[in-house]
């Protein structure tokens, strides 16, 4: 990399309204390149709305979002993946039918999605995009997976696979949107290990309503309420922020162990 | 290599075994007619989750076009063909641009108003279409060459054949289509299309190309029926030729192409049957789309394939896992 930007992702002033409901009361956000950033906040903050801002797999009302030095406010989310912006979902949304495989084949391929509109080419050569996916199957250990259709695999295989497609873009930044949501507690582990080694090579920004994993693996948080950003720090801060107390209330926010 | 070209191979079987088991070449070309338009629709529906009530539109254009040029202008037949195809594709396209708006029940609802459109356009246009009547004495003259005749085109059988080896050029080439990059991708689209999207495909791109596609192959069995009967009828740009279309597939299954043969014949060669029997016959079909809706989801292929594999005791076969379920909206 000839320049590392200080701030990979500037949103300014990001609202969102649903008719009379405003999800969003401008919201300012900045992330910085190679650190876990995380968005928490309790039910209703808007957390989920903003990712849908920053990813744009919906519009916003109002406010600007500058990606990697390009202001891609207006840019559907099929465009933002070209500039290296990949996201997974609360909900498992997978291509349920298909392999594990096919899955992260598409995925993949999402990048360049001109090359996908080949009627004529085969899913082989460089279009089965075979060293990515066999990287990401190994980081997701879903090798041995890799032919079983994705609505076979088992809920904590699914949401692996789920982080795995916002991998298998090579993104620049990763917006994980509660990867553990609904996880069993033996599959948390692995999550975590998961997303901490994503920082090595990208941007994460994460959306997690476990305490334990938000405080171990963040560089900087930002705690909302009520389509507000209430806070923003350094996790100990956070942790000892009375605000954000009382936003939890209570001992939510230290997972316990505070 | 038998593994690999397996659903050619039992299109190519079927177009030898009409021969020996028929004895109306028609009837046989109007099996193979309808098996190009179920076809274009099964790309649609199986492939690309979209349910189109337009189908028709693309079929009587394709009577339409190849009609009028072969009364207007002494054009030869080929071209006429060629030309139906174009603008099948073109015009699907355009219609495919509208429905696409919309998702579910109102992309339905879009594909029907089209339909209804261009069907009430071919009725008052009589100058062209012939209206109520239709488009009648459409010649269909041996391709020759410097008065030497190449492919003869006089009898019914004659003509059968020609009509074989385009269905089977086409049937190769969408069964390449379906096996493509893009075609893995509609079936991704089927799938999850939020997903599509937020992985980086521009999701209606590529639902208009599987329009222009299906509306190419539509055309094409529209104008070779126009062929076959000397006639471009009025009905073959209907509502109901839509439905017909559109039952051949669901009868079949969806999301495999060879599905979309079976269903054709069954649905033809069950009409030439029945309506000798019975004048009501579609009675019969409607009591077979409730079983199928209800108990079948796969069509005829799913339950062929079902039996095939407790025959032989085993699943999944080459890709068997990757054969899609068809009970897409």
């Not at chain 1, 995380?38 to 797999?57: C, E």
């Not at chain 1, 990401?136 to 695999?153: C, I, Q, Y």
């Not at chain 2, 529906?45 to 076009?65: D, E, H, V």
């Not at chain 2, 190849?66 to 396209?93: D, E, N, Q």
């Amino acid at each position: 990399m000839s320049h590392v930007p200080e701030v990979l992702i500037e949103a300014s002033g990001i609202v969102k309204r649903y008719g009379k409901f405003t999800a969003l009361h401008g919201v300012d956000l900045r992330v910085a390149p190679r650190t876990v950033h995380s968005v928490i906040g309790p039910n209703g903050a808007g957390k989920t709305t903003l990712f849908h801002m920053l990813t744009g797999t919906v519009p916003v009302t109002g406010g600007r979002i500058v990606f990697d030095g390009h202001d891609v406010t207006t840019e559907a989310d099929y465009r933002r993946v070209q500039r290296g912006i990949a996201r997974s979902f609360q909900v498992t949304a997978l291509f349920q039918n298909l392999s594990v495989r096919e899955n992260l084949r598409l995925a993949a391929l999402g990048v360049t999605p001109r090359r996908a509109l080949s009627c004529w080419r085969e899913a082989d050569g460089p279009r089965a995009c075979a060293s990515i996916v066999d990287d990401v199957l190994t980081r997701l250990a879903l090798t041995r997976h890799a032919d079983t259709p994705a609505g076979s695999l088992s809920h904590g295989q699914q949401r692996r696979l789920e982080v795995g497609m916002a991998l298998a873009a090579r993104p620049k930044a990763i917006f994980l949107d509660e990867p553990t949501s609904g996880m069993g507690i033996d599959d948390l582990d692995d999550m975590k290990q998961l997303i901490r080694g994503l920082r090595d090579d990208h941007t994460v920004v994460l959306i997690e309503h476990n305490m334990n994993i938000v405080m171990d693996i963040s560089d900087t948080i930002t705690v909302m309420q009520q389509g507000r950003v209430l806070v923003e720090g350094k996790p100990d801060a956070i942790r000892a922020d009375d605000r954000v107390r009382a936003a939890y209330l209570g001992n939510m926010i230290t997972g316990g162990r505070a | 290599m038998l593994v690999r070209y397996r659903f050619w191979l039992l299109a190519a079987a079927v177009t030898l075994i009409l021969p020996l088991t028929l004895s109306s070449g028609t009837l046989a070309t109007e099996v193979l007619v309808y098996a190009l338009a179920v076809l274009g629709c099964n790309l649609l529906l199986g492939y690309t989750g979209l349910l189109s009530f337009g189908q028709g539109i693309f079929f009587g254009l394709g009577s339409y076009t190849l009609g009028i040029m072969l009364t207007r202008t002494s054009l030869p037949m080929p071209i006429a063909v060629v030309a139906s195809i174009v603008l099948g594709a073109v015009i699907a396209a355009v219609v495919g641009s509208f429905a696409i708006r919309q998702k579910g029940t109102y992309f339905v609802m879009l594909t029907l108003a089209c339909a209804q459109m261009f069907y009430f356009f071919a009725y008052t246009a009589t100058d062209w279409t012939g209206g109520d009547n239709g488009l009648l004495d459409i010649p269909r003259k041996s391709l020759a060459l410097g008065g030497k005749t190449l492919i003869p085109l006089e009898t019914p059988w004659q003509f059968y054949t020609f009509v074989a080896v385009i269905f089977l050029i086409v049937f190769a080439v969408l069964l390449r289509v379906a096996d493509s990059v893009f075609g893995r991708t509609l079936l991704a689209i089927r799938d999850n299309e939020t997903r599509a999207a937020a992985i980086g495909y521009h999701v209606k791109t590529f639902k208009l190309v599987a329009f222009a596609i299906s509306g190419a192959v539509t055309a094409l069995a529209g104008a070779l029926h126009a062929l076959m009967t000397g006639i471009a009828p009025l009905s073959n740009i209907e509502y109901h030729t839509s439905e017909m279309i559109l039952v051949m597939t669901v009868i079949g299954g969806t999301g495999n192409l060879f599905a979309s043969v079976l269903g054709a014949a069954f649905y033809v060669l069950a009409a030439d049957w029945l309506s000798t029997l019975w004048p009501r016959w579609l009675l019969l079909l409607g009591l077979l789309l409730i079983a199928v809706s209800l108990f079948m989801h796969r069509g005829l292929w799913g339950v062929g394939e079902s039996l095939w594999y407790r025959i032989t005791g085993k699943r999944g076969g080459a890709n068997g896992k990757l054969d899609t379920q068809g009970d897409a909206t």
